[in-house]
């Protein structure tokens, strides 16, 4: 691997001391988190006949159960709706006596209001938190003190000066022992499924243990959980190895509508997860994992979002992994900020979905500090439709003010999505600093500014300062059999450009595409190899290419100078690609830099870092662990 010279290093550590300065964070929180050992498996759904089970129904089940097409469906819902002893999906996971129990829920609209509005105990009003870096109450955007990043800031004082009056706090980074203690400071439905806190282990030991969350609707939207902002994430699955969510819609979350966390076997299947301020479907350090045939929409970061997944294949040097943590087959992620995303998203397979009018379509990266598994290695996203990611969020509602409003006011069931992260508008597939990934056999069209952009990040902006891991990031990634600007009908819808690459990394490859306009247009200033005689050769990049990070990662949608950055242009409308819009660009070959001359290609760059850690807290997304 190429080592950083001293004159660079040096210039590093440096801008080292500016980037360790802070602002500001706008972060959710939560406690460092580690890995699952990996003895578990992805679960099964369990039938509607399990013996062990409780049914859940609303008053106007029964009307809505009527109203249903003869068939199945109906004739299930019926004999259920005998056996309905609850009214609140929390209060029947309560219940649970024995493992891998299934909570059945008729249709109809649960709010579960008991534990949206419930008073917290003194205990629960007094917790300390897990977190290496707490944050005063208004420092987080809508955390749970102030809920609405629209609230006018007397507001936030006056809830402040009370907290500091009677000793009350709102931490949103918590131990696991004190989640599972208080439950509902953040959660509207939650499941914690280790019993002993206290001991080195994290594997699911109680009762809890394989429970089914099972909409009986026809359709996934039969079965509503609407959280209305009351709490930060729907359902949390925490530690809480073999659960199973299947045909239910969750809507309306502050943070995550479906929330999985440290918990080895779970599936995701059949659901809805719409309208949330930042995620649908949020899977952090967890292992055996399946989310499938699920729909994603008007979400203010990702749609599916597999984030520090299970570093399995941290210490494999090869480009086949040992295999995958977690499966991502047949869904449909639309309309959002990022139609997949997942910082340290290591050791993924994602195939047969569809990624369509985000702002840009699947997007992996190594940019965010304290997340389990980075850099990130080892995805793999094959066989997908990603297409028509131009969909400018930023000026249609940061920029008109509308993302300024309280947020039950924004619209979001409306279609309103108010981006919590900068992304280039107009981009297929973004790989941003990651390892050994393989994008291949896709239909990756109609994408006006990238089919693919790949760019490398600099260790020290995950707090990673060993100089010799300076340049560990942008290697070994391969795209490959994709038809770029070909629809899956066969039908000709071109990119802006098919690829960009900044030209650091060794080991990455373009091959066996298939081009709209009969050749490839890219930005490479050294064609690569390819593949199969080993793709690129280790270069440091080129500072002339302006990824556009630096500045537009300064993006913060509630400060009015920032909520477009001056020279970002990843939030201007790209142009509709024509036949003639784009040509390959003239290759140059440019001989390996010496110390001196890397450290002067590298200069702007490094600056540009020292510059992004004045705000680089603002780079933390709420998904930081």
């Known amino acids: 691997m190429f080592r950083a010279p001293r004159l660079l290093v040096a210039l590093l550590l440096a801008l080292g001391l500016v980037v360790q300065m802070g602002g500001p964070s706008h ?3 939560e406690r460092p988190a580690t890995f699952p050992d990996g003895s578990g498996k992805v679960p099964k759904f369990l039938g509607f006949h399990n013996p062990r089970s409780r049914v859940v129904c609303k008053q106007n089940s029964a009307k809505l159960i009527a109203k249903m097409p003869n068939g199945v469906a109906k004739q299930r819902n019926k004999r259920l709706l005998k056996q309905c002893e609850f009214r609140s999906i929390q209060k029947a996971i309560d219940s649970i006596a024995k493992r891998k129990t299934s909570i059945y829920v008729l249709p109809g609209t649960y709010r579960e209001k008991r534990y949206a509005t419930s008073k917290r105990s003194n205990y629960c009003s007094h917790l300390g938190t897990a977190s290496k870096n707490p944050l005063r109450a208004s420092e987080y955007i809508g955390s749970i003190s102030s809920p609405d990043t629209g609230a006018d800031s007397r507001e936030v004082d ?6 500091e009056e009677d000793g009350t706090t709102n931490p949103i980074a918590l131990s696991y022992a004190d989640q599972r203690a208080c439950p509902h400071n953040l959660n509207l439905i939650a499941v914690f499924g280790d019993k002993t806190p206290n001991n080195d282990s994290i594997k699911c030991d109680s009762k809890f243990c394989g429970v089914q969350i099972i909409g009986t609707g026809r359709k996934m939207t039969d079965v509503v959980i ?5 709490k930060l994430n729907g359902i949390r699955f925490d530690r809480a190895g073999g659960a199973f969510v299947r045909k239910v819609t969750v809507q309306q979350s502050e943070f995550n509508a479906i929330y999985v966390l440290e918990t080895d076997g779970f599936t995701i299947d059949k659901t809805t997860t719409r309208g949330n301020d930042e995620y649908g479907i949020l899977a952090f350090a967890s292992d055996h994992g399946l989310i499938q045939r699920s729909n994603a929409y008007y979400n203010g970061d990702s749609g599916i979002y597999p984030g520090s997944g299970s570093d399995l294949n941290a210490d494999n040097p090869n480009f086949k992994p040992v295999r995958y943590a977690i499966e991502i087959r047949n869904n449909r992620s639309h309309d959002n900020t990022l139609g997949y995303s997942g910082t340290a998203g290591n050791s993924i397979w994602a195939h047969g979905n569809r990624f369509y009018n985000n702002a840009t379509g699947i997007a992996t990266d190594s940019l965010f500090p304290g997340h389990p598994g980075l850099p990130q290695d080892h995805a793999r996203w094959s066989r997908n439709e990603i297409y028509s990611n131009n969909s400018n969020y930023y000026t249609k509602y940061v920029d008109t003010g509308i993302c300024e409003k309280p947020m ?4 979001y069931m409306n279609g309103t999505v108010c981006p919590v992260v900068p992304t280039p508008v107009g981009t297929g597939v973004l790989i941003a600093g990651g390892n050994f990934n393989s994008t291949d056999n896709n239909w990756i069209y109609d994408n006006w500014r990238y089919g693919t952009m790949q760019f490398w990040v600099p260790a020290p902006l995950r707090d990673e300062f060993d100089p010799t891991l300076l340049y560990d990031t942008s290697h070994d990634n391969h795209t490959t059999g994709n038809k770029m600007g070909i629809a899956r009908d066969g039908s000709i819808r071109h990119n802006g450009s098919d690829h960009w690459w900044d030209d650091e990394g060794g080991g990455n ?5 298939t081009y709209s306009r009969g050749f490839q247009t890219d930005n490479f200033t050294i064609p690569p190899p390819s593949c199969t005689d080993g793709g690129s050769v280790f270069t440091p990049g080129f500072s002339v290419k302006d990824a556009g990070f630096l500045s537009c990662s300064q993006y913060d949608r509630n400060d009015p100078d920032l909520k477009h950055p001056p020279a970002c242009e990843w939030f201007d409308d790209p142009t509709k690609p024509s036949a003639r819009a784009a040509a390959p660009t003239a290759k ?3 001989g390996a830099p010496d ?9 702007p760059l ?4 020292g510059l992004l850690g004045l705000g680089r807290s603002r780079l933390r997304k709420r998904r930081a662990a």
């Open 595 to 603: 110390d001196q001359g890397a450290a002067l290609v590298m200069l």
């Open 408 to 411: 039950r006011e924004r619209g």
């Open 509 to 513: 490859c373009w091959q066996g595409n």
């Open 158 to 163: 006056a809830l402040e000066r009370a907290a």
């Open 588 to 590: 140059v070959t440019v």
């Open 27 to 29: 972060a959710h929180e």
């Open 606 to 609: 490094l600056a540009g870092a």
């Open 226 to 230: 609407d959280n209305n902002f009351s």
